[in-house]
């Protein structure tokens, strides 16, 4: 089984690290859960949506270099997956230089045969071109993500898909704990 993940809310529980930035950097004049809300369409959206300024970003950006690697826990079980796959890719739009201290931290690095992150020159989910090498190297059998973008580019290839603590429309299989996934998974496996 060769598995295509997302990395920020699906592999690793980042929002809420995220979110305390972002509600430390706008003077927790909104509330968390509204952020967190907004966090999950994008960062992008959330600046936008909040119109912050290059004061804030520079802010934020700061914040989030400096944050530990302990304070973005792994999901429970994801582990487990990962163990049994044959094959895991990730494809995120965070940079490199910030998803390889987070997986060298909690020793995953030997997990994931290649990563696509952003600035890879790639565009963005949910353009599928990133997808597509991956797919066309490691013939890709699922797609695993938290956000509707995640797996638009999936289904766009042709490969199942699963979103993980989401039910916007779309997809293959829904899941909010990934033993769910796990059971589903290699139960198709047995003979």
């Known amino acids: 089984m060769n598995i295509l993940w997302d990395f920020d809310g699906t592999l690793f529980n980042t929002y809420p690290a995220y979110t305390d930035i972002m509600y430390e950097v706008m003077e927790e004049r909104v509330p968390r859960d509204e952020i967190l809300s907004n966090l999950k369409i994008s960062f992008s959206h959330t600046v936008k949506h909040y119109a912050l300024g290059e004061h804030h970003l520079k802010q934020i950006f700061i914040k989030e270099q400096s944050l530990h690697p302990s304070k973005t826990m792994p999901f429970p079980y994801v582990e487990n997956i990962l163990k049994r796959a044959d094959i895991n890719v990730i494809m995120t739009h965070k940079p490199r230089k910030e998803v390889l201290p987070i997986l060298e931290h909690y020793g995953w690095m030997h997990y994931f045969v290649e990563m696509v992150a952003g600035g ?12 597509v090498y991956l797919h066309d190297k490691y013939k890709i059998d699922w797609v695993i993500g938290d956000r509707e973008i995640d797996i638009i580019p999936g289904k766009s290839i042709g490969v199942r898909t699963c979103l993980f603590q989401s039910d916007a429309p779309g997809a293959d299989f ?3 704990h990934y033993e769910e996934l796990y059971n589903h998974l290699f139960n198709e496996r047995k003979p």
Request: glycine fraction near 6%; charged fraction near 20%.
């Open 120 to 131: 890879d020159g790639y565009p963005s989910k949910p353009n599928s071109e990133s997808y």
């Open 174 to 176: 829904y899941v909010s």
